[in-house]
């Protein structure tokens, strides 16, 4: 379920999420457990104060001002990777303040998730947030109870972990527990979904999708693998699949970057770039 943004806003989160994504591949999972928690506040802080959400994404005030507004408020809450993050959010162009907010939810999501991405625990978490949102889905009255905004918080938070009956995983836990505190209107089996979509999504950062025209040695992947990880500076599994129109090389795509190295690719740019030359068909 994708996040619908319009195009400044999408821009915005991306750029903040190549920072965050580069954070989580060069810190440990309890500094990431931290950035989670601090961002979730800043969230909680966002949600009840709109005033200070609309200052924050305002973009007819100076980003020194905004940043500096946000420096002021929170320095003395946050550690410092945490206070970069958010200044680097309030200084981008947001095309509604509302999208400020999200945003901050989606990097709080994604740094949480970052810590089962360091303990391996990342398919189990996208399993498990997926089958609850199946549960609720046929509980419609437990749906309710748990986003019930008449509830106080704690009290949702407290029904969440009887349900859950510590057989989650800390993240899974984690991340339901914080939607259940500040739902925003959702229903839970909803954003159970969009919590495990969000998983699946870290998860394949990790994984190289390769096109191959034959199968590869172990010494091939074994290499592959190397380089690739070394490359983005995290570990790299392989899923491969045989296509034979590549005549020769590898096409690899890791998230949304594609590294096209087969001879079709060569073959297609040089038609691109020489308009004039007359190529065979792939």
Known sequence: MALMLAAA?????AEAGASLDRYVDNTSGADLERLGDELFTVMHLLVAEPGLRRALADPSVAVSSRTGLAERLLDDRLSRPTLDIVAEVVSARWSRSPDLLEAIEVLARRATLGVAEK??????????LFRF???????????????DSA????KRSELLRGVL???????????????VQT???RSLDLAAEELSELAAARRDRYVAHVLAPVGLSPDQEQRLVSSLSQLYSRP????IELD????????????DEVIDGSVAGKLAAARRHLPGCALPPT
Do not use: F, Y
Request: proline share 6%.
């Open 244 to 255: 034979e129109h590549l005549l020769g090389g590898l096409v690899v795509r890791v998230g």
């Open 9 to 13: 806003s999408r821009d915005a989160l």
């Open 236 to 239: 790299i599994s392989l899923q």
């Open 151 to 154: 509830t106080p918080a704690a």
């Open 119 to 128: 303990d391996g625990s990342l398919d189990e978490v996208e399993d498990q």
């Open 165 to 179: 009956g510590g057989k989650v995983s800390p993240v899974t836990e984690a991340l339901l527990t914080r939607t």
């Open 133 to 147: 949102g199946r549960i609720l889905d046929r509980e419609p009255e437990l749906n309710s109870l748990l986003t």
């Open 183 to 185: 739902p925003r209107g």
